[in-house]
């Protein structure tokens, strides 16, 4: 079974530990991948780059298979928008 990122529930995650300085959060066409913080058993922390400013999401997930194939997706594609990693597919473990 083939699963796309935009598939998972509660995806795309919002944005938290927003800066003062920011005006508005990014749409995740506007929120650049930069790198992952964290990766454990069922979530996975990253951040994204918008307007000088960096926002940390958090997503967590259904096990840890999905947890380490979003950061494999996320590492990937850094340097991308959130929204493009919609489209991919996650591989089964």
Known sequence: MHVRVRELDRWPPRA????????????????????????????ITFSCGFGGDLFVYDYETDGPATAHELK??????????????????????
């Open 16 to 43: 938290h530990g927003v800066s003062q300085r920011a005006k508005r959060l990014p749409s995740p066409e506007e929120a650049i991948l930069v790198k992952t913080i964290f990766c454990c058993d069922f979530s």
């Open 72 to 93: 494999r997706i996320v590492e990937a594609n850094i340097g991308k928008s959130l929204a493009s990693i919609g489209e991919m597919e996650l591989q089964a473990p």
